[in-house]
């Protein structure tokens, strides 16, 4: 295959990222990538250099082909400053400071998180409903997932990453579970209610300890059942 045409098939907007080797092994693709040296800006001061400091392999996971996880080996580049001296990795546009995942997995999760459930957006990217939720917390939705005419949230003891409780969204009348959210903090809720189209909702029902909790404005669209 062409190298150009497994980089565009990852989803790899970076041009000066190429392709080493791919290879099909039983349960997964590994794709070897390695990037072109570019002049660098220096996060620190600001000043261009090209010095190369060394060398670290990084393991990303990449999007999944079929039921086939692509797993991503990047031997990425650590520059050195020729003004401060400090070191530092290249910037890239595929995957996000302190992430594991590509940038463009965690975005066709949060696709399907909008228009479907966590549970589908983990499925389709091969990843635990843990780390959707948690990319979940971390960025702000860009489509909006319609909410039905009544809903009701509530508490389970799910003790999933470190939070003993999650909630429920229940769509009421069809008798579905529409999401679950990590934690029943309150900001959790607004949060994911903000992200969400809810024209359509009539009537949303809450357990009756957060009516408690929530601020003046909040109340008022809520009902105890
Ligand atoms: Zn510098």
């Known amino acids: 295959m062409h190298h150009h045409f497994i980089t565009e098939l990852l989803g790899i907007k970076d041009s000066h ?14 794709a070897e990538l390695f990037t072109k040296p570019r002049m660098q800006k220096c996060p620190f001061c600001g000043g ?11 393991s990303i996971q990449g999007p999944a082909f079929t ?18 001296h400090r070191t530092f990795y290249e910037h ?9 995942c590509m940038a463009s997995v965690q975005t066709i999760a949060m696709k399907h998180a909008a228009v479907s459930s966590f549970r589908t957006a983990a499925l389709v990217t091969v990843v635990t409903v843990n780390r959707v939720l948690r990319w979940f917390d971390r960025k702000e939705l860009t489509s909006s997932k319609i909410l039905p005419r009544v809903i009701a949230i509530d508490e389970f003891k799910g003790d999933a990453d470190g939070e003993r409780f999650q ?16 934690n029943r903090k309150v900001e959790t809720i607004e949060k994911y209610l903000k992200s969400c189209d809810t024209g359509k909702v009539e009537m949303k029902w809450l357990w009756w ?3 408690k909790r929530l601020n003046k404005p909040f109340e008022k ?3 105890i059942p």
């Open 67 to 84: 039921t086939k996880e692509v797993h991503i080996s990047l031997w990425k580049r650590r520059y050195i400053c020729a003004f401060c």
């Open 92 to 100: 890239l546009q595929m995957i996000d400071r302190y992430q594991r």
């Open 221 to 223: 669209h809520w009902a």
């Open 17 to 30: 990222v190429d392709v080493w080797d791919i290879r099909e092994e039983e349960s997964h693709f590994v």
């Open 167 to 182: 909630l429920n969204v229940v769509d009421v009348e069809n008798r579905r579970i529409i999401d679950i959210l990590p």
């Open 48 to 58: 261009r250099t090209k010095r190369i400091h060394g060398y670290r392999w990084q």
């Open 209 to 211: 300890i957060y009516l």
